[in-house]
């Protein structure tokens, strides 16, 4: 009998553990060997201070480091604009690192957040990373940890860029998610504002000239990343 209680058990915790949104459960990212040296860089970098810019989110906020650079400079490193992107993030991934301290020693002005594409696609193993309602909520649970520690910061919300070929699924995909996650603009402290539409041609084609990879900006992607959200960006940051 006590076999057979234990076995339910496990069955239903197993069925538990198979249904729980790995995308709003947050998670060190163990695998990459330099994920948590990084991290606790960000952390001292934060220290130093100013900041009245943050930049949050995977490779492609990642690399402004890299393609970026020249952009950044005549953007953003005048704003005291501090980057957290990491490359190969998740939702999950980024609610770890917030909740372990990346955003307690700064309050900037705006918070410029784009994530979740990472958490699309499928394992080496073939399985499913995540659904799009899971990444949906994946990126709603950051918003609101960003809000719940910065009341004072305004958040730019960015619809996550579009990738692959015009017919990929990761297109329709794409577009689902930044259609719901529209809907956390609240007009005051939350801006949702989606610039895909800057790196496409007529065709919806990504030309290589700007995503050579149709993931990653080139330099000249970065440029017409920071020339369409400058407008929007300036004028949350003259905002008290």
């Given at each position: 009998?006590?076999?057979?209680?234990l076995l339910?058990?496990g069955?239903?915790l197993?069925t538990l553990?198979l249904?729980e949104?790995?995308?709003?459960?947050?998670a060190?990212?163990?695998?990459?060997?330099n994920?948590?040296?990084r991290?606790?860089?960000f952390?001292a970098?934060?220290?130093q201070?100013?900041?009245?810019?943050?930049?949050l989110?995977?490779?492609?906020?990642d690399?402004w480091?890299?393609?970026g650079l020249e952009v950044?400079?005549k953007?953003?490193?005048?704003?005291?604009?501090?980057?957290?992107g990491?490359?190969?993030?998740?939702?999950q991934y980024?609610?770890?690192?917030?909740?372990n301290?990346?955003?307690?020693?700064?309050?900037p002005?705006?918070?410029?957040l784009?994530i979740?594409?990472n958490?699309?696609g499928?394992?080496?193993?073939?399985?499913q990373?995540?659904s799009?309602?899971?990444?949906?909520e994946g990126?709603?649970?950051i918003?609101k940890e960003i809000?719940a520690?910065?009341p004072?910061?305004k958040l730019?919300?960015?619809g996550?860029f579009?990738?692959a070929t015009?017919?990929?699924?990761y297109r329709?995909q794409?577009?689902e998610?930044?259609?719901a996650?529209?809907?956390?603009?609240?007009g005051?402290?939350i801006k949702?504002?989606d610039?895909?539409?800057v790196f496409l041609?007529e065709?919806?084609?990504?030309p290589k000239?700007?995503?050579?990879?149709?993931v990653?900006p080139?330099?000249?992607?970065?440029?017409?990343?920071?020339?369409?959200?400058e407008?929007?960006?300036?004028?949350?940051?003259?905002?008290?």
């Amino acid at each position: 009998m006590k076999k057979s209680l234990l076995l339910v058990i496990g069955v239903l915790l197993t069925t538990l553990a198979l249904a729980e949104n790995t995308a709003v459960v947050p998670a060190p990212r163990l695998t990459k060997t330099n994920w948590v040296s990084r991290h606790e860089a960000f952390l001292a970098e934060a220290k130093q201070g100013p900041c009245d810019l943050v930049f949050l989110g995977d490779s492609i906020t990642d690399w402004w480091r890299t393609r970026g650079l020249e952009v950044w400079k005549k953007f953003y490193a005048p704003r005291h604009a501090l980057n957290l992107g990491i490359g190969g993030d998740r939702t999950q991934y980024v609610l770890w690192r917030i909740e372990n301290g990346e955003l307690d020693q700064v309050k900037p002005k705006v918070v410029v957040l784009m994530i979740g594409t990472n958490n699309l696609g499928k394992e080496k193993d073939g399985s499913q990373r995540n659904s799009i309602p899971e990444v949906i909520e994946g990126v709603t649970a950051i918003v609101k940890e960003i809000r719940a520690r910065l009341p004072e910061t305004k958040l730019l919300l960015l619809g996550i860029f579009p990738r692959a070929t015009a017919d990929s699924p990761y297109r329709l995909q794409i577009k689902e998610i930044n259609q719901a996650i529209a809907k956390l603009d609240d007009g005051k402290m939350i801006k949702y504002l989606d610039i895909g539409k800057v790196f496409l041609e007529e065709d919806g084609s990504i030309p290589k000239t700007i995503m050579p990879d149709r993931v990653h900006p080139s330099a000249k992607g970065y440029q017409l990343w920071a020339e369409a959200m400058e407008p929007t960006l300036a004028a949350l940051m003259k905002q008290d």
